[in-house]
Every structure is written in structure tokens, then in C-alpha cells.
């Protein structure tokens, strides 16, 4: 496991001889930290100076790796330590590119003016023609107004910006696409459907990102219903799709039968429901679900669902667990069932840890981080752009969990989100399923 909360730099320096990286990552070890890449940055006639990344749970294991490494002495020295993840996000981590090269006067007449004129004036005319001479049609607007960033809840959109720009480095590296984030400074569901629609005819498709709920329902709706290209809100559908794909490999591991199977969903926000709407229409009969607001309960009860109020009982009545409250530890090892399926799925903490749900008895149990809409959302819109689909519907979704439980190896709930083939798969299937529609 190398994706633990607080990932640190150090710089080493070590004699030059066999033996002494051992010591240093043996201290490392025996402290319960787990080591990342380890990177040579000098080797000089008597000592070697590395960059050691370590995953640690929390600061108290910090600081012990580091004195540990403080009294190893014998010409060891830690010479600092740098917060990896804050040294990444320097700059940002996206950054717009020219696809032409602009070296000579000519380039210059071609790619601006006074070429470029030609090429409005054509679009004027013929309006699809802009698909084919501008980069619209692979542009997609990932737009938020930071009310329910990951789980830190109501953040604003400045603060959401890391994730946003997170999210369009994963559709450039994934599937080739050019996200632009969209911050938006109103949470009034008017205000954001006039933006979206303002600025949409810049994109070939709108992914709404921690919007939170309820208001990401309406505005959701009113977005797929009044504007022709694919609008599709991640943290509902691309989780949905993805928590589908694992229930499908778990049932097909356990030879649990999801017809007949009960479903315990803790929170029912925009995660929570898309999950029981799409559990619900693939066949699932039985969920049963709690949250602490009686907004979200009335939710479920309208799709059909039985809202509970004790997480024991919930836990005790429950085959499979799906968990997105945003709050870390909320649930029990005591409660966990022998052979039960759970997915605990809040960023950046769990409801659970899985190892401990495993412990507990669990037949298989995963976090946000491997269960993560990163394996939904780049296929589903390349899928949909490259079929030049109006709208994303519930049977591409569909089409993409059995994608992604179909890529998943024997044992595991998900592929890892890594394996690029995952992403042209989904791809493909989103894509098929979208032209067959049309
Ligand atoms: N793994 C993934 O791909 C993925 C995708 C989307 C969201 N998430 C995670 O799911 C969580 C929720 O996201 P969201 O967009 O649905 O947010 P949201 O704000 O729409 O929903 C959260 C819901 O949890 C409920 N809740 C909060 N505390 C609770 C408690 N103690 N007991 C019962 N209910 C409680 C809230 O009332 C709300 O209805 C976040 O942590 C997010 O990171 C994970
Ligand atoms: O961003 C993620 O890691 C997944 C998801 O969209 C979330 O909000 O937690
Ligand atoms: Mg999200």
C-alpha cells in the first residue's frame, strides 16, 4: 500500500558503502512507513544523496521516521524533508498548449490572422463546421461551485481548484481530453444552469464536479434537458457507474445475487443516490438507506428504498455496504458482518479502512480510492464525444460499469485505475452503445 494521507521528501546522505540504504530504509520500515520511489540525486567519491518518498498515516509517524533516521548516525544525516504533494501541485498541474508550432511569419498568417479570418467567417456560415476546424468538440468544461468538494464539504470553488485541475490532467493523460475548470462563485441553481449555458457552446460536453446536494439534481436536470451536448454530473453517474462495476465483480467472486441481495447505503447525497437509482433500475430490490438529513431519506423513500436510522442495524441487515457521508470512522469494525461486501467510498477518508473491514470479516471491502470515479468519467465522455452523442444515457452508463467489471482480474473488485486499457474500453463501450442510440 503506497497511497497512505501524508507523503514526505527526504533527503538522505549515506556513506558510500553496501548497507547503509538498508539502515535507512529498515528505520523506515520499522516505523510502519511505507516507502514510495527512491530517487539518486548524487553520488559523490564518499557518500550518496537520495530523495526518499515515505506514505505515512499521520504525524506522530512522521516524526518518529524521522528521529529514527536522526540517530542512525555512522555519517547518515537527513538533510530535509519536503511535503511532496504541496512541491507537486507548484504551478498547477495543468497548463494550455499550442498543438501548431508559431516559428515563422507564415505559421504566424496561418494560425492567426489574417488566415484565421477565413476560417470565423466559415464557421459563421456553417456552424458544425466548427467541430472540425476548432478544438470545441474535445474540449470539456469540468465545472464546480465547490459546495462538496471530495468530503471536505462546502470549500468554495477556489479551494476546489486542485481537485478540478486533478480532474483534467487524468482526461488529458487517460483519454486525450481537454478539461477546463470552470469556477463558479454562486450556488444558486439559476445562476449556475445560466453560466453553464452561456459558456457552453465553447465545449463538447459539461462534467459538473462536487456540486453538492440537492441542488446538483436540479441543476443537473436542467442542464441535460436544455442544452445538445453530453452534460453528466461525476460525483453522481461516474461513481455510480464505477460502485455498479464493483458490485458486479464482488457478486461474481461471492456468487452473491444482487436481484436478491440487500443494499445498506450510508448517505444519501449525490453520490448515495445515483448509486441506489442505478442499483434500482440494474435489479436490485432491496435498499435500505440512512442519512442524517430527512431531505436525502425522503429521496430514497420516493425511488423505492426503506430509510433506517441505526448504522448497526443497517450493518447487521445489509449483504453489501455502500458508504459516501464524507465522514471518516463512521463506521464500526464491530458491525461488520462475516462474508458482507463493503465500499466504504469517501475521499480522502473512509467510513471504514478496508483492512480493518476485511479483519472484521468482510468477504471483500474497498475505499474511495480504488473504487473512484477516475475509472468512470474519461471513458464515458470520450466514448460519448467520439459518437458526437447529445446526451449521456442510463444504458452507456451501464454499458461502461460492465466495461470496467469486465476488465477486472480475478479476485480484484475494480481494475486499477493505471491500467490504461480500462479507459479504451470504457470508451468503446460508451461509444458503441451511444451510436446504437442515435
Ligand atoms: N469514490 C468516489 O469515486 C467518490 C465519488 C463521489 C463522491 N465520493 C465521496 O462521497 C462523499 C459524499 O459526496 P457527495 O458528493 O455525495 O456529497 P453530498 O454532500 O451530496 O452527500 C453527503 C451525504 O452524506 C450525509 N451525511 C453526512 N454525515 C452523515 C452522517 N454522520 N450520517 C449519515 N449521513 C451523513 C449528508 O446529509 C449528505 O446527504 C464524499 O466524501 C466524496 O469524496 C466518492
Ligand atoms: O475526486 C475523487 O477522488 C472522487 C470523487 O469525485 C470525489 O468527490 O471524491
Ligand atoms: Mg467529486
Not at 456552424?127 to 468538440?137: D, F, V
Request: hydrophobic share 40%; charged share 25%.
Amino acid at each position: 500500500m503506497i497511497d497512505r494521507n501524508i507523503i514526505r521528501a527526504l533527503v538522505v546522505e549515506t556513506p558510500s558503502a553496501p548497507g547503509n540504504l538498508g539502515k535507512v530504509a529498515s528505520a523506515i520500515g520499522l516505523a510502519g512507513v511505507d516507502i514510495g520511489d527512491i530517487e539518486t540525486v548524487q553520488v559523490g567519491p564518499t557518500s550518496t544523496i537520495r530523495n526518499i518518498t515515505v506514505h505515512c498515516d499521520h504525524e506522530e509517524q512522521l516524526n518518529k521516521v524521522l528521529d529514527t533516521i536522526n540517530q542512525l548516525g555512522n555519517g547518515i544525516h537527513l538533510h530535509a524533508v519536503s511535503d511532496d504533494v504541496l512541491r507537486a501541485h507548484e504551478g498547477g498541474k495543468i497548463h494550455m498548449k499550442s498543438r501548431l508550432d508559431v516559428r515563422s511569419l507564415a505559421d504566424l498568417r496561418r494560425v492567426y490572422t489574417p488566415g484565421v479570418a477565413d476560417v470565423c467567417r466559415l464557421i459563421q456560415k456553417e456552424p458544425e463546421k466548427a467541430r472540425l476546424y476548432t478544438g470545441i468538440g474535445n474540449n470539456v468544461a469540468i465545472v464546480t461551485d465547490g459546495t462538496a468538494i471530495l468530503g471536505l464539504g462546502d470549500v468554495g470553488p477556489l479551494a476546489g481548484m486542485p481537485v478540478m485541475e486533478g480532474k483534467a490532467a487524468l482526461f488529458d493523460r487517460f483519454v486525450g481530453i481537454s478539461g477546463i475548470p470552470i469556477l463558479l462563485s454562486t450556488k444558486d441553481p439559476d445562476a449556475i444552469v445560466q453560466t453553464v449555458k452561456h459558456i457552453a457552446s465553447g465545449f463538447g460536453g459539461i462534467l459538473l464536479e462536487d456540486i453538492g446536494s440537492p441542488h446538483c439534481f436540479e441543476v443537473e436536470e436542467r442542464l441535460k434537458k436544455e442544452l445538445d451536448i453530453p452534460v453528466m454530473h461525476d460525483d453522481q453517474h461516474g461513481t455510480a457507474v464505477v460502485t455498479l462495476a464493483a458490485v458486479i465483480s464482488a457478486s461474481r467472486h461471492t456468487g452473491v445475487n444482487l436481484k436478491e441481495a440487500v443494499v445498506g447505503q450510508v448517505g444519501l447525497g449525490a453520490a448515495g443516490l445515483a448509486i441506489c437509482r442505478m442499483f434500482m433500475a440494474y435489479g436490485v430490490r432491496q435498499v435500505i438507506g440512512a442519512d442524517k438529513s430527512e431531505a436525502a431519506k425522503k429521496y430514497l423513500q420516493d425511488y423505492g428504498g426503506e430509510t433506517i436510522d441505526s448504522l448497526e442495524e443497517l450493518m447487521e441487515r445489509s449483504d453489501i455496504v455502500v458508504t459516501t457521508t464524507g465522514v471518516p470512522g463512521l463506521i464500526q469494525k464491530e458491525w461488520v458482518k462475516k462474508g458482507q461486501i463493503i465500499l466504504a467510498l469517501s475521499n480522502p477518508k473512509p467510513e471504514i479502512e478496508a483492512e480493518a473491514a476485511l479483519e472484521a470479516g468482510a468477504a471483500y471491502a474497498a475505499d474511495g480510492r480504488s473504487v473512484n470515479n477516475v475509472l468512470g468519467f474519461p471513458g464515458i465522455f470520450r466514448g460519448a464525444l467520439n459518437a458526437r452523442a447529445k446526451e449521456i444515457t442510463h444504458d452507456m452508463l451501464v454499458a461502461a460499469a460492465e466495461a470496467i467489471a469486465d476488465s477486472t482480474k480475478k479476485g480484484e473488485l475494480v481494475p486499477h485505475p493505471l491500467d490504461p486499457r480500462v479507459h479504451s474500453v470504457v470508451s468503446q463501450a460508451v461509444e458503441a452503445k451511444a451510436k446504437r442510440n442515435l
